[in-house]
C-alpha cells in the first residue's frame, strides 16, 4: 500500500531523517513512536508532500509520488493543532474537500452530517470554529480528513493538548472510527501507552 | 491593586502645575480647531448656500469624481500590491528590507512630490489624465496594502494552506478559499485606508487634476480662495464630512463581521524562494521596485534636463526668479526653501511644546485627561484642506484678523502634527513604573522633583521622535498651506506646484528640483526618526 523507500530530509545542515524506509499495508494502521526532533512530523510532511526529500521515494499502491504536489497525492492529514479554517463553519471545514470536488451541495450537507456523525458530533455542521471545546476540534480535523477519503492518513500527534480523560475516550473513538472505515494510517505519537492503544504494529524512530 | 487607579494622592503635582501643561494644549485646540470647525459647520448649514450648491450641476460632477476616482485608485493598488504583499511576507530575499524602506519612502512624502514625479515621468500628453492621478495615487499607496496586509498574511499559519492541499485544493483553490477569506479584514481595513486618502486627495489632483477632473477638496479650495464662494465651501466641505463618516462607520461595522479569531504563527516562516517560485518573486519585487522608483528617477533626472541636453541651469537658478530683465515671476524658489525651513522649525517647536504638556496631563489627569487625549487627535481625522479653510473663514475679522499675520501657517502645521506628537511620547509615558515615582518620594523627593528624576527622561526621546515626524509635515503639508499662505512668504510645495502650473521648460526644472530637495529631506528625517526608534527599542 504505502511504501517510503530509502528517504533523506535535512534542513539546511541538519540531517532529519537518514535513509528511512517504511512499510504500510493496506488497512494497517501504524504508530511511528520516538523522542521530540527524531523525525517523525517530517516523516509525515514528506509523505505528506509538504517537504520535498533530499532523496528516496513515495509509492502508494505502487504508484511513485514523490514529484506530485500535495493535493494530488490523496494523503490526508490531521495536523498537531487542527488546522480548521476559522472563517469556515464546523459544516464548512468538514465540507471542504467535497467542494474542491465539486461535489452538489444537498449531497455535499449529507455527507457532513453522516461524517459529523460518525465523530459523534451530529447537530454541530452551523457551529463557529472558535466555539469548540479542544476535543470537538479535534474530531472536525478527523471529519475533515476523512471527508477527502485519503488513500492514507496522517495523524500527527492527533491527541495532543488534551487533560488524560478526555485524551483516554477520544483515542478509543478515534482507534474505532480507522478500524471502522478500514482507513490505511500512520499515528504519530510520542507516547507508547497510546501507540500500543492505537495501532496494529508499532514502529520506532530515533 | 492597580496602581494606575488609584494614583498616589498625597504625592501628586501640585495645582499650578498641572494647569501649567493642561491649559496651553487645551486652549491652543479650543482656538485652532474647535472654533474654526464650528464656525466652518455653521457656515455649512446655510440655507441659500446648501440649495445653490446642490442645485449646480459641477457640485455632483466633482462628487461623482472624487468617489470613482478614490475607488479606482483603491481597487487598483489592492490589485497591484497583492504581489508585493505575497513577496515580502512570505520570503526572504536580498533587498527585502530595501523594498519595505522604498515603499515607506513613498508613502511620507509630500503629496506635491509625488504629483511633480508623476510630470516627470509620464511624456506631456500624458502628465494631466486621469492615468497619472491613479498612478500617482497607487504608487503613494502601495505601502498601505504591503504594510497592512502584510502583517497578517507573515503570520498566518502556513498549516492552514497545507491543510488546504491535504484536502486536494490546488496551489489556486488554496489561495482563493483559505488564504483570501483570512485575508479579508485586512484587506478590507488596507482598502478603506487608501479610499479615506484619496478620496480626499488634495496635492496629487491639485498638480495633476484639471478643471473637469477635481475632488471635494480641490473644488474647497477653488470656491473658497479662487471664487470667493465661502458658502458653497463651506457646504461641500460638510458634504465630504458626511460620506466620511458613513464610511468609516460602515468599515468598522464590516471589520467586525468579518474578523476571525486566528492562532496567529508568531515565528514567521519566511524562506527563501525554491525554482518557480525565484522567477514570480523576482518579477513582483522588479515591477513593484520599478514602480515605485521611476518616477522619482525622473524628478531628478527631469531636473537636469535643459533647453539642450543635461545641465545644472535650473538648480544654479534657484535664487532668480526674474523672466526677463525687470520682469519677475510671483514665485523665489530659494525664498520658498527659506520659508519652508524656518515655517517647519516653528512648527515642530509649537507642536512639541503643546504635545508634550498635553501628554504630561493627560497622563496626570487620568480619566479628565481622556478628553483632551481624543481632542488633540480629531485633527487627525479632519484633513488639512478643512482645517486651513475653518482658520481661513474663522480668524477675517478683528479683533482676530490673523489672516495676514506670519505666525498663522506654523500653528496649522503645528495643530496637524500635534497628534503624532502625542500619540509617540504618550504611550511611553504610560509605561513608565509609577513605583520608580514612588521611590524617589521615599528618598526625600518632592512631587516636581521626583516626576522630573523619574518621569522626565523617558519623555525626551519620544519627543524627538515626534519632533521629527513635526518636520516632516510641516515640510510637506500643503493643504492647510494654501489656504493660509500669505503671497511672498510661500513655503516649497506651494512653490513647487505654482511652478509646474507655469510653461517654460526651466520653470518646471525648478519645480522639479525643489521636488527633489522636498523628498529628500523627507526621506532622510524619516530615515533618522527610524534609526532613532529602533535604537530606543
Known amino acids: ?206 | 491593586m492597580d496602581e494606575r487607579r488609584h494614583p498616589l494622592k498625597p504625592n501628586q503635582l501640585p495645582r499650578w502645575s498641572l494647569i501649567a501643561v493642561t491649559a496651553p494644549p487645551t486652549a491652543f485646540l479650543l482656538v485652532f480647531y474647535v472654533w474654526p470647525f464650528a464656525t466652518l459647520i455653521a457656515n455649512g448649514f446655510n440655507a441659500g448656500s446648501l440649495s445653490d450648491t446642490f442645485g449646480r450641476s459641477a457640485t455632483w460632477r466633482v462628487l461623482w469624481f472624487t468617489v470613482w476616482q478614490a475607488a479606482a485608485s483603491t481597487t487598483l493598488t489592492l490589485v497591484i500590491g497583492l504581489a508585493p504583499t505575497w513577496a515580502v511576507s512570505r520570503f526572504s530575499f536580498p533587498g527585502r528590507r530595501a523594498l519595505l524602506s522604498m515603499l515607506t519612502a513613498v508613502f511620507v512624502l509630500p503629496t506635491v512630490v509625488v504629483g511633480a514625479a508623476f510630470v516627470a515621468l509620464l511624456p506631456g500628453s500624458l502628465d494631466r489624465s486621469i492615468w497619472a492621478i491613479l498612478g500617482a495615487h497607487v504608487v503613494f499607496n502601495l505601502a498601505v496594502v504591503v504594510r497592512a496586509v502584510g502583517a497578517v498574511w507573515e503570520k498566518l499559519p502556513a498549516d492552514l494552506e497545507h491543510a488546504g492541499a491535504t484536502l486536494g485544493a490546488s496551489p489556486l483553490q488554496v489561495f482563493l478559499r483559505v488564504t483570501l477569506p483570512l485575508l479579508r479584514p485586512s484587506l478590507a481595513a488596507a482598502a478603506s485606508i487608501v479610499f479615506l486618502f484619496t478620496f480626499t486627495s488634495f496635492g496629487v489632483i491639485r498638480v495633476l487634476g484639471t478643471a473637469n477632473r477635481a475632488t471635494l477638496e480641490v473644488e474647497v479650495w477653488r470656491r473658497a480662495t479662487q471664487l470667493g464662494d465661502l458658502g458653497g465651501a463651506a457646504v461641500l466641505t460638510v458634504l465630504q464630512l458626511l460620506v466620511l463618516g458613513v464610511l468609516v462607520a460602515w468599515t468598522s461595522l464590516v471589520q467586525r463581521r468579518t474578523t476571525h479569531v486566528l492562532d496567529m504563527d508568531e515565528s514567521s516562516s519566511r524562506q527563501f524562494p525554491k525554482g518557480k517560485e525565484r522567477w514570480v518573486v523576482g518579477a513582483a519585487v522588479g515591477v513593484t521596485l520599478m514602480l515605485v522608483t521611476a518616477p522619482l528617477l525622473a524628478l531628478v533626472e527631469r531636473s537636469l534636463r535643459g533647453d539642450d541636453g543635461y545641465s545644472l541651469v535650473a538648480w544654479q537658478s534657484l535664487d532668480n526668479n526674474e523672466i526677463r530683465p525687470g520682469l519677475r515671476l510671483n514665485v523665489d524658489p530659494l525664498g520658498a526653501l527659506t520659508n519652508s525651513v524656518v515655517t517647519a522649525l516653528l512648527a515642530t517647536i509649537l507642536a512639541v511644546v503643546i504635545g508634550g504638556a498635553a501628554v504630561i496631563s493627560i497622563t496626570t489627569l487620568g480619566r479628565t485627561g481622556r478628553w483632551l487625549d481624543t481632542g488633540l487627535m480629531l485633527p487627525l481625522g479632519t484633513s488639512a484642506v478643512t482645517i486651513g479653510f475653518g482658520m481661513l473663514i474663522t480668524f477675517d475679522t478683528p479683533p482676530f484678523d490673523w489672516r495676514a499675520s506670519w505666525w498663522l501657517v506654523p500653528v496649522g502645521h503645528g495643530l496637524v502634527a500635534v497628534p503624532f506628537v502625542v500619540r509617540t511620547a504618550l504611550g511611553v509615558l504610560r509605561s513608565v513604573d509609577l513605583d520608580l515615582r514612588a521611590a524617589a518620594a521615599t528618598l526625600g523627593a518632592s512631587p516636581v522633583r521626583a516626576w522630573r528624576a523619574t518621569t522626565l527622561p523617558f519623555l525626551l526621546r519620544p519627543l524627538a521622535t515626534g519632533a521629527g515626524l513635526a518636520a516632516a509635515i510641516s515640510l510637506g503639508e500643503f493643504g492647510a498651506t494654501s489656504f493660509l499662505s500669505r503671497s511672498g512668504s510661500e513655503t516649497l510645495p506651494i512653490a513647487i506646484e505654482r511652478l509646474l502650473g507655469r510653461t517654460g521648460r526651466i520653470f518646471q526644472a525648478q519645480a522639479f528640483a525643489l521636488s527633489t530637495i522636498l523628498a529628500i529631506a523627507t526621506i532622510v528625517i524619516v530615515m533618522l526618526v527610524d534609526v532613532g526608534d529602533s535604537r530606543g527599542e
Do not use: C
Request: hydrophobic share 45%; glycine share 10%.
Open chain 1, 1 to 206: 500500500m504505502l511504501d517510503v523507500r530509502d528517504v533523506s530530509a535535512s534542513f539546511d545542515a541538519t540531517v532529519v531523517l537518514d535513509h528511512l524506509s517504511l512499510h504500510v499495508d493496506a488497512g494497517e494502521v501504524v504508530a511511528l513512536v520516538g523522542p521530540s526532533g527524531s523525525g517523525k512530523s517530517t516523516l509525515l510532511r514528506v509523505i505528506a508532500g509538504l517537504i520535498t526529500p533530499d532523496q528516496g521515494t513515495i509509492t502508494v499502491n505502487g504508484v511513485d509520488v514523490t514529484g506530485l504536489p500535495t493535493h494530488r497525492r490523496s494523503i490526508g492529514m490531521v495536523f498537531q493543532n487542527e488546522q480548521l479554517f476559522p472563517h469556515l463553519s464546523v459544516g464548512g471545514n468538514v465540507g471542504f474537500a467535497l467542494k474542491i470536488a465539486g461535489m452538489p451541495t444537498a449531497q455535499r450537507i449529507g455527507k457532513v452530517n453522516e461524517l459529523l456523525e460518525l465523530v459523534g458530533l451530529d447537530g454541530l455542521a452551523k457551529r463557529r470554529i472558535d466555539n469548540l471545546s479542544g476535543g470537538e476540534a479535534k474530531r472536525v480535523a478527523l471529519a475533515r480528513s476523512m471527508a477527502a477519503t485519503p488513500k492514507v492518513l496522517l495523524l500527527d500527534e492527533p491527541l495532543t493538548g488534551l487533560d488524560r480523560d478526555l485524551h483516554d475516550r477520544l483515542m478509543i473513538d478515534v482507534a474505532a472510527i480507522l478500524d471502522q472505515t478500514h482507513t490505511t494510517a500512520i499515528w504519530v505519537t510520542h507516547d507508547h501507552g497510546e501507540a500500543a492503544a492505537v495501532a496494529n504494529r508499532i514502529e520506532s524512530l530515533k
